[in-house]
């Protein structure tokens, strides 16, 4: 049980926010599996004042799919505050504040990490969204900017300042971005530095990993990033690890496959179907990872409608029961005469 402000969540296993992948069916799949909060994409708060319809799609949510956190980009407290308004009737139950995003692109207009670097001007922009909203406010960080700065700490004491409700760190710098290893050591002063709930990230890739981060840091929670993706399994997998419980088998093809046609599904259902065929696409070789079915791998990018997606996940099955990839080759023509 984790608790964020008022809001209580059944397992400190969260699925960590990724831009570009955290949508609605990805959530709905995970939580099917006991993840316990999720967040939307990262939404830029100038392209929300904005009304980008691309931005507004992106928090297209469901009863299923709660506790559910936006999490916002932005540096500027009158683009926050008119970003936070435009929230409101979502009533979304936990607003986060990316100070962790290392992309150039990001920091060069001085939002995500880049914030890292003025503690004070993070607290106030901190303390301006607490103030103009009534649901809990959180903030990712990362360590620090680089190996020299390394300032979670002060940073996460700030925020408890200002008012926020837990800190989510990513134990690496910005310098860092997604190399080398995560830092627990700093991850565990944050967490004796503040009073507030803190949620680590960073290698949770495996239920051993996860619970490794719990031991080693004292964390509350423990976000999930790339160890989900195509393995939403990894939540039921942790939450058994940590219980002291048998471990659960490991899903067959068969498991798999009925998930990613659900994950199509949904994907469709929520995107349309050609823009749920193209979300859906960078997913398949991720549940696929460790099957022999590269020449399956590369038709994915070729296939643009829901049945031809279909036939290409029963072929999956088909190919791992089989050991047969010999009529794979002229896919879809093929593909309609394997066994549903
Ligand atoms: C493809 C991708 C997109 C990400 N997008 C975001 C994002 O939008 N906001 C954010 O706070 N972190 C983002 N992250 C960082 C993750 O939430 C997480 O902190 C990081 O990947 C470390 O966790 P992991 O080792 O479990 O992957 C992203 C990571 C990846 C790999």
Partial sequence: ???????????????????????????????????????????????????????????????????????????????????????????????????????????????????????????????????????????KIRSGWDEESVNASEIARRAEDAGVSAIFIHGRTRVQGYSGTVDYRIIKEVKDAVKIPVIASGDGLTPVLIKKMFDETGCDGVAVARGALGNPWIFREACAYLNNETAPARPDVHEVVSIMKEHLKLSVACNGERRGIIRFRKFFPWYTKGMAVKELKTMVFKTGTLDSMMQLINAVKYVMDTGDISNMREIPVKFNQLPG
């Fill in 1 to 139: 049980m984790l608790t964020i402000g008022n809001i209580s969540i059944d397992s400190p296993l969260v699925l960590a926010p990724m831009a570009g992948i955290s949508d609605l069916p990805y959530r709905l799949i995970n939580r099917e599996y006991g993840c316990g909060f999720a967040f939307t994409e990262m939404i830029c708060a100038r392209s929300l004042v904005y009304e980008s319809s691309k931005t507004l799609d992106m928090l297209a949510s469901e009863d299923k799919d709660r506790p559910l956190g936006v999490q916002l980009l932005g540096g500027d407290p009158d683009t926050m505050k008119r970003a936070l308004d435009i929230l409101l009737p979502y009533s979304f139950d936990i607003i986060d504040l990316n100070a962790a995003c290392p992309v150039k692109k990001v920091i060069s207009k001085g939002r995500g990490a880049e914030l890292l670097r003025d503690p004070v001007k993070l607290q106030m922009l901190l303390k301006v969204i607490v103030d103009h909203i009534d649901v809990p406010v959180t903030v």
